[in-house]
């Protein structure tokens, strides 16, 4: 032990003054508890408690993963009807439950196209990814050790077919796969899709559907139906388990029946009325985590799902209905690019307000000021001085009225000159400059 560590004196706390020092902390940060949370493209919906109170049933939470599948049924049977659930909805023949994030979910897709085109005898390089599409594409497939070619949006927001044809006839037996988001990171739900899959497939080549909006489009059609050959879904955006923040996640692969023997072992399968683990994908790229994958998550998930039965399609019904009533009551006060329905999200550019020295950040610290989380900034790149709003299905017409107001002052503020900079108003803080702050920390307060 070094003399800096011997010489350090805590102090003695009691249980009570614990608690408040934790609580204060808790209290300092922003949750869908505290507010309105429209941040799109992460789908912030509510978490029923009812999925909290599942998975911590004693026959979930006390159970060890090493035991004999005969103690384990219970765990095994909830794995197996989640598998059968997330294959309907999406129209897929094979489920892997493994990947404990949406993003471990898009690497296990790309390894599965990288070991099917290698058994092939076909070593193609390129993956094509749309401007549009989800965020963490392109660190995917390049992780796998593919190539990224960039395909642009057209005037309407949706994949430029004139410009994919020509990379395609570029490449051509080049290219492994295609990635998607559909509806994409604009809010549009591409409607050339068969189009797209037709041209991809004649390729020889495969589609990868990110299932970061697929809260939008839930019940009302699916993957397989466009032509989609590998799924990822994000159980905290679609199906309601908790949104990450470092800790627990959930990403689902899903794949067409050609594809079903390269996911990880082991599956699981009822045989005879009794659940049990196999290991019989003969090309399976090996595990992506260890055991069943997060398994409490997947317990939320099941039970979202169970709760909710035939009424899962009215859950993207409400949530589109409600990014229609947000962008409909805005058009008037911001410019916002694409216009007719969009899907459960809406992209707003924020340039004709730099014009007038109002920042997309700025607009963002105002809506803090009205305890509404700021929508995403500054992305969609492709839309400069963006956010992005996704109300999902959770909130009531009071919560959005009261988003649409506040939105409606701030841009009269705009217009009327007010200095953001003094905001927030009546406290003795000014606005963070946040480099300073960054590269400058002070955590005594911490």
């Not at 051509?172 to 899959?197: H, K, Q, V, Y």
């Not at 700025?362 to 989380?373: G, Q, S, T, V, Y």
Request: net charge neutral.
């Amino acid at each position: 032990m070094n003399k800096r560590t011997t010489e350090l004196k805590l102090k003695d706390l009691g249980e009570l003054e614990v608690l408040r020092h934790y609580k204060n902390l808790s209290d300092k940060n922003f949750c869908i508890e505290k507010g309105f949370y429209p941040l799109g493209s992460c789908t912030m919906k509510h978490n029923p408690r009812i999925n909290e109170w599942a998975s911590k049933l004693e026959g979930f939470f006390n159970l060890h993963p090493n035991q004999d599948d005969c103690d384990c049924q219970g765990a095994l049977e909830l794995m197996y009807k989640l598998q059968n659930y997330l294959r309907i909805i999406t129209g897929m023949d094979c489920v892997c439950l493994q990947p404990c994030a949406g993003a471990q979910g898009e690497f296990l897709g790309m390894v599965i196209v990288k070991k099917y085109f290698l058994d092939k005898k076909q070593n193609r390089k390129i993956v094509i990814i749309p401007d549009n599409a989800h965020g963490t594409n392109p660190a995917s497939a390049s992780m796998c050790g593919f190539e990224i070619v960039e395909v642009k949006s057209n005037d309407k927001g949706l994949v430029d077919l004139l410009e994919l044809k020509k990379i395609v006839e570029e490449h051509s037996d080049n290219i492994a796969a295609i990635m998607m988001t559909n509806p994409n990171t604009l809010g549009l739900f591409d409607s050339n899709i068969l189009e797209i899959s037709d041209i991809m497939h004649k390729n020889g080549s495969l589609l990868y559907y990110d299932g970061a909006n697929f809260n939008a489009i839930l019940g009302h059609t699916n993957p397989k139906l466009m032509g989609f050959d590998i799924v990822h879904l994000n159980l905290h955006k679609t199906f309601s388990t908790p949104h990450a923040g470092g800790g627990p996640g959930a990403g689902p692969v899903c794949v067409t029946k050609e594809l079903g023997d390269y996911l990880p072992n082991p599956k699981i399968e009822l045989e005879g009325g009794f659940y049990k683990k196999t290991y019989n994908n003969k090309k399976s790229v090996g595990r992506i985590s260890a055991f069943y994958g997060n398994f409490s998550v997947l317990v939320k998930a099941y039970t979202y799902i169970y709760m909710l039965a035939q009424d899962l399609k009215k859950v993207s019904t409400d949530a589109v209905l409600c990014a229609n009533y947000l962008k409909s009551s805005l058009e008037k006060y911001y410019n916002i690019p694409f216009k007719g329905l969009c899907a459960h999200e809406f992209v707003i550019s924020n340039l004709d307000k730099k014009e007038k020295g109002v920042s997309t950040l700025d607009i963002a610290k105002r809506l803090m000021d009205e305890n509404i989380h700021p929508a995403t900034i500054y992305f969609p790149l492709i839309v400069k001085e963006s956010f992005m709003v996704e109300p999902t299905e959770s909130e009531t017409k009071e919560v959005l009225d009261n988003f649409i107001n506040v939105m409606i002052k701030i841009a009269r503020e705009i217009e009327e000159g007010v200095d953001f900079s003094l905001f927030p108003k009546n406290t003795p803080i000014n606005r963070v400059d946040e480099v300073f702050a960054a590269r400058n920390l002070d955590l005594k307060e911490c």
